[in-house]
């Protein structure tokens, strides 16, 4: 909560004071830039990994329900080919990674045009779906102007019923710089607020005090894009887990753990049958012998994670919950040490990949004291999240409660 | 063999330590050292070279490895961290690799010890991380099963396979694990065996089918409880909902009247 008081004194870049990037930039022995270019982009990663707080509760399970607009402004051609289609294909990679990351979570497709909102999509886990969906909006025509009022009021009406523990969140990409309302956006925006919906904005044009407002009330993160690039990143931020609100309810969630089983009845004969994920669709897709029993009613189906139609119950497999682990526990950030200091009882190399130290900074772990170089370093905390050094000795760890 | 252009790493994973056996850390090329070690190697019974120098070298780090520090022994073997160790040399060569050159990484882990059950949350981050990078796990187990391995090559997408004669190793190596991924397709090779992906309870740690999951901590409990033991958070008891229906229904019925 600390962080989000902080944000509210933050002023815009010109109004701070005036920096000097040309005098950041120095040549190195052989004239060129690389090295220097390298270490900045190395420092804006670390930096960004540092901002997050520590010890704060995470929402793990999120319904979020995405907004794209579809209003005139997005046939601007200054995204490739233009602004729809572009912001179509970043929006597939988000979802697969956020499925990724959040792999008991949902997502929700609505666009707006035309003054009104529609429902693209129902809140669901299965990824396929949605991005078939969007792939399918690239060619629709686009015309006037967004409502962000209707499409909250929508989005509210389904987040609405969702149980407390469950964190509710909108995320609105939006092109136009302007938003044509039915009634008092504000009394929106408070309504938000009530019903503990964390709304945030990604807009492609420039900075819009009411998006800015939505944002602050609703304790989300606004930001506007300088190229695509910078849109990805934006993007992209919005696939970790958020910090939990005060309000958001802890509860134990009943939850079945098939296993893949093939259907034999008592004289062991195999026996296909269909699935309950595919029981509308044409084909003969999901008629098989194997598939995920579900312990409380015997549906079946053919993937995990789903929620069982006949019972109701979320079904789901031991690795989906392993996926979340990472943001419980997260690595300890490394300490930087320059290479003039280090002893001369430590290596020369690198522990995780054998290399010889080539650049000035190295990194320490603080629990288990070994040095690792930049590349295994960014690695280890962007996808690994275990380090090296750490697992390769016995414990004398603390945080193995977990497990005993 | 199969292709002059592959490379081989090899990591030991003792109790205690995980060392790479081979190759062996390179000094800088400055070094004198280098010059004097490269002419005592030259072969003398006509072996491929790089096949004599793989031989040597691990012979004599392993040999360094058993004989060098006494330290107690366990019966379980940290193979996370030697699996870290490996991905990030995958990691660290595919940068090093030309722009435009793909490779095609994967491990084979050769393993006779148990588990150690508290590398759970490592191994599961190593195995996600793994099968993002697509680098394919494969297991050769000589003496007792393991879960954690058995969901690493299912989640990747590799082979498992618990050696029946001791006696047939090499066998085995060359029949199973030697093709690459592309060609296992249309080889006939050992069946892959049913996972059992059920979780375990934190607190019995039996395998469930039906549990109650932590909204906070994610941790698995086959009871209700209204303190969570992993991050005592206290839970709302929720009462059945079917009595929050018959008040409503008792309440129009009252308007009604």
Redesign the interface.
């Known amino acids: 909560m600390a962080a989000a008081e902080e944000e509210t004194e933050k002023t815009y870049i010109w109004e701070g004071d005036y920096e000097r990037t040309w005098e950041a930039i120095k040549e190195d022995e052989s004239g060129s830039l690389q090295t220097v270019v390298d270490d900045i982009i190395h420092r804006a990663k670390r930096r960004r990994l540092l901002d997050r707080p520590a010890n704060v509760?995470l929402g793990?399970?999120r319904h979020l329900f995405v907004v794209l607009d579809m209003s005139k402004s997005m046939e601007d051609q200054d995204l490739k080919p233009n602004r729809l289609a572009s912001s179509v294909k970043l929006l597939e990679h988000f979802i697969e990674e956020y499925f990724?990351q959040n792999p008991i979570s949902q997502i929700g497709v609505l666009t707006t045009c035309n003054k009104r909102a529609e429902k693209l999509t129902e809140l669901g886990g299965n990824p396929k779906r949605h991005i078939a969906a969007l792939q399918k909006c690239v060619d629709q025509p686009c015309s006037k102007e967004p409502s962000i009022q209707n499409s909250l009021e929508l989005a509210a009406t389904t987040l609405r019923h969702m149980p407390g523990?469950?964190s509710r969140e909108i995320l609105i990409i939006l092109g136009s710089l302007t938003t044509c309302d039915p009634g008092n956006i504000h009394e929106t925006i408070k309504a938000m607020k009530d019903l503990n919906v964390r709304c945030s904005v990604i807009g492609l044009s420039a900075d819009v005090r009411v998006c800015r407002k939505l944002c602050d009330e609703t304790k989300g993160t606004y930001g506007v894009i300088l190229d695509e690039h910078h849109f990805k990143e934006l993007l992209l931020e919005h696939v970790t887990p958020p910090p939990?609100t005060t309000n958001t309810?802890?509860?134990?969630?009943?939850?079945?753990?098939?296993?893949?089983q093939i259907h034999t009845e008592k004289n062991k004969i195999e026996q296909p049958s269909m699935c309950m994920c595919h029981m509308d669709s044409k084909g003969s897709q999901g008629f098989s012998t194997s598939g995920y029993f579900c312990?409380?009613c015997r549906s079946k189906y053919c993937e995990l994670p789903i929620e069982c139609k006949a019972c109701g119950?979320t079904l789901v497999?031991?690795?989906h919950?392993?996926?979340?682990?990472?943001h419980?526990?997260p690595l300890d950030l490394f300490q930087e040490i320059q290479v003039v200091d280090l002893q001369d009882t430590d290596d020369r190399?690198?522990?995780?990949?054998?290399?010889?130290f080539r650049d000035q900074t190295v990194y320490r772990c603080p629990r288990c004291e070994k040095l690792f170089c930049i590349?295994?370093e960014l690695?280890?905390h962007e996808?690994?999240?275990?380090?090296?050094?750490?697992?390769?000795?016995?414990?004398k760890r603390t945080f193995?409660?977990?497990?005993q | 063999m199969l292709h002059h252009l592959n490379k081989v790493a090899v990591i030991a994973s003792h109790?205690?330590?995980?060392q790479?056996l081979y190759?062996t850390?390179?000094?800088?090329p400055s070094s004198q050292d280098v010059d004097e070690s490269r002419y005592q190697n030259i072969p003398r019974d006509g072996k491929y070279e790089h096949f004599a120098k793989v031989d040597d070298t691990v012979f004599k780090e392993v040999k360094q490895l058993i004989t060098g520090q006494e330290e107690e022994l366990?019966s379980d073997t940290?193979l996370?961290?030697?699996l870290?160790?490996a991905?990030?040399?995958i990691?660290?060569l595919e940068?090093e690799a030309a722009a435009g050159e793909k490779l095609k990484p994967r491990v084979l882990v050769i393993k006779a010890a148990d588990d150690s059950?508290?590398?759970?949350?490592?191994f599961?981050?190593?195995?996600?991380?793994a099968q993002?990078?697509n680098i394919v796990i494969d297991a050769c187990i000589l003496d007792k099963e393991s879960g954690l391995l058995q969901?690493a090559c299912d989640?990747t997408g590799g082979i498992y396979l618990k050696i029946l004669q001791r006696t047939g190793l090499l066998q085995y190596l060359l029949w199973v694990f030697l093709p690459p991924v592309k060609t296992r397709s249309k080889l006939a090779l050992p069946p892959a065996i049913?996972?059992?992906?059920?979780?375990?309870c934190f607190c019995h740690r039996t395998l469930?089918?039906?549990?109650?999951?932590?909204?906070?901590?994610?941790?698995?409990?086959c009871t209700?409880?209204p303190i969570?033991t992993?991050c005592h958070?206290?839970?709302?008891f929720?009462g059945p909902p079917m009595r929050a229906k018959k008040k409503k229904k008792i309440t129009a019925v009252e308007n009604v009247i």
């Open positions: 509760r793990m399970m990724d523990h469950a939990a309810e802890s509860s134990l969630i009943r939850m079945g753990f098939p296993q893949h312990p409380q119950l497999s031991a690795p919950l392993a996926r979340s682990f990472h419980l526990f190399f690198c522990l995780a990949c054998q290399a010889e590349e295994c690695f280890i996808s690994l999240h275990t380090c090296p050094g750490c697992t390769s000795c016995r414990p193995t409660t977990f497990h | 109790t205690n330590r995980s790479f190759p850390r390179e000094p800088s366990h940290l996370a961290g030697s870290a160790m991905l990030c040399y990691h660290r940068k059950a508290s590398q759970y949350m490592d599961m981050n190593i195995i996600f991380t993002k990078q969901q989640i049913h996972v059992d992906y059920r979780a375990a469930i089918d039906i549990g109650y999951v932590c909204s906070v901590c994610l941790s698995i409990f209700f409880s969570c992993t958070t206290a839970f709302k929720r």
